[in-house]
């Protein structure tokens, strides 16, 4: 089983500042098998980027994802108000089908 | 609007049985596969079990496997979790969510709270 381990677990900025979180995986994980979700509070998952680097339907294009192999990385290019939440990274495996990482909380400083 | 929502959520002591159902609306349900997803109280999401879009491939997590069943009815939109001898441990949030190419899920339902307690 693939173990996704995100980081930091959590990320203190202000609205305005760019925020990078990091999500490594134990083996290599393919590309396409690679997604972010956010998560607010009191609310289900919304799914962000989806194939490591493609935005999903309304996703603004402040929110960029990158990376390949075990190393992957979800960037908010100028945070706003709305993008404080709880960040999970996730893969598609054989066994189980789905993993998560633990997440990333993005607070406000 | 592609709509997922879930009900039968509530208290049920360890041990006990309950049924989940997520009433699917906007879309081809029966075209897709469905899963069920999970988060315990302040903690992050599990996977919980996944279904076909004919029923013919159903995957369990280790932690379920044996005590909870998924299932669906195509013809109603819906999709189901029946679960047996529930233990204090699965006490979460419940969500279904749709399947998109066996890669993600998009988009969730608003879940439902199951607790077990005595």
């Known amino acids: 089983e693939i173990v996704l381990t995100q980081s930091p677990g959590t990320l203190s900025l202000s609205p305005g500042e760019r925020a990078t979180l990091s999500c490594r995986a134990s083996?290599?994980?393919?590309?396409?098998?690679l997604v972010w979700y956010q998560q607010k509070p009191g609310q289900a998952p919304r799914l962000l980027i989806y194939g490591a680097s493609s935005r999903a339907t309304g996703i603004p294009d402040r929110f960029s994802g990158s990376g390949s192999g075990t190393d992957f990385t979800l960037t908010i290019s100028r945070l706003e108000p709305e993008d404080f939440a709880v960040y999970y990274c996730q893969q598609y495996g054989s066994s189980p089908p789905y993993t998560f990482g633990q997440g990333t909380k993005l607070e406000i400083k | 609007e592609v709509q997922l929502v879930e009900s039968g959520g509530g208290l049920v002591q360890p041990g006990g049985s309950l049924r989940l159902s997520c009433a699917a609306s906007?879309?081809?349900?029966?075209?897709?596969?469905m899963n069920w997803v999970r988060q315990a109280p302040g903690k992050g999401l599990e996977w919980v079990s996944y279904?076909?879009?004919?029923?013919?491939?159903?995957y369990y997590g280790d932690s379920v496997k044996g005590r909870f069943t998924i299932s669906r009815d195509n013809a109603k939109n819906s999709l189901y979790l029946q679960m047996n001898s529930l233990r204090d441990e699965d006490t979460a949030v419940y969500y279904c969510?749709?399947?998109?190419?066996?890669?993600?899920?998009?988009?969730w339902g608003q879940g439902t709270l199951v607790t077990v307690s005595s």
């Open positions: 969510a749709r399947d998109r190419g066996v890669t993600r899920l998009d988009p």
């Open positions: 906007g879309f081809t349900f029966s075209t897709y596969g």
């Open positions: 083996q290599s994980v393919s590309s396409s098998y």
């Open positions: 279904i076909s879009s004919s029923s013919s491939s159903i």
